[in-house]
T-cell receptor, first 112, second 117 residues
Framework: GESVGLHLPTLSVQEGDNSIINCAYS??????FIWYKQESGKGPQFIID?????DKRQGQRVTVLLNKTVKHLSLQIAATQPGDSAVYFC???????????FGAGTRLAVHP | EADIYQTPRYLVIGTGKKITLECSQT?????MYWYQQDPGMELHLIHY???????EKGDLSSESTVSRIRTEHFPLTLESARPSHTSQYLC????????????????FGAGSRLTVL
């Protein structure tokens, strides 16, 4: 079936460095993507989203890039901070109307 | 601050017990969802509802059942819990997703972590 998946299970970075978390999707008809952050013991929180008619969208310290040709999106976090340590999920609406499908998640570990 | 609440946060019970996980939201959202998540793994949709008296099964088969008698309330029930039901259960709600950027995405509760001995 259609799926959204992540390349790397764990990413370790130094505090202050930039982080890049990657995500591959398989449904070429997917037109809306979301990144969520899940801290330990909490539910996922919305970070940023992007529509398929865009290839880049920026938020506060975060940027999402979408490459529809290779069905890949990435989340870039600038000047990574200890508070950014969490599991990051990409998700899309490939499950159908109002049904978000999540990838496996990447754990981001920020070291001082 | 998310206005969606789940209780209990943690539950340890014996095999064969009936349990209900509560989920309430104060945002007036029509759409509510239950996801199941094992540690370090992705979220799997097990139930969803698009409004009162509407419930559907998600992509992951689950022995649990749900009900939607009131807009704000979407409880999940396991009639006879087994160790294989040990997991985290996340409730979420939304308006129409994707209709406007960022405004109508899923809002999650903090989750209910269930352990069945």
């Amino acid at each position: 079936g259609e799926s959204v998946g992540l390349h790397l299970p764990t990413l370790s970075v130094q505090e202050g460095d930039n982080s890049i978390i990657n995500c591959a999707y398989s449904n070429s008809a997917s037109d809306y993507f979301i990144w969520y952050k899940q801290e330990s013991g909490k539910g996922p929180q919305f970070i940023i989203d992007i529509r398929s008619n865009m290839d880049k969208r920026q938020g506060q310290r975060v940027t999402v890039l979408l490459n529809k040709t290779v069905k890949h999106l990435s989340l870039q976090i600038a000047a990574t901070q200890p508070g950014d340590s969490a599991v990051y999920f990409c998700a899309d609406l490939s499950g159908g109307y109002n049904k978000l499908i999540f990838g496996a998640g990447t754990r981001l570990a920020v070291h001082p | 601050e998310a206005d969606i609440y789940q209780t209990p946060r943690y539950l340890v019970i014996g095999t064969g017990k009936k349990i209900t996980l509560e989920c309430s939201q104060t945002m007036g959202h029509d759409k509510m969802y239950w996801y199941q998540q094992d540690p370090g793994m992705e979220l799997h949709l097990i139930h969803y509802s698009y409004g009162v008296n509407s419930t559907e099964k998600g992509d992951l088969s689950s022995e649990s059942t749900v009900s939607r008698i009131r807009t704000e309330h979407f409880p999940l029930t396991l009639e006879s819990a087994r160790p294989s039901h040990t997991s985290q259960y996340l409730c979420a709600s939304s308006e129409d997703m994707g209709s406007s950027s960022g405004a109508n995405v899923l809002t999650f509760g903090a989750g209910s972590r269930l352990t069945v001995l």
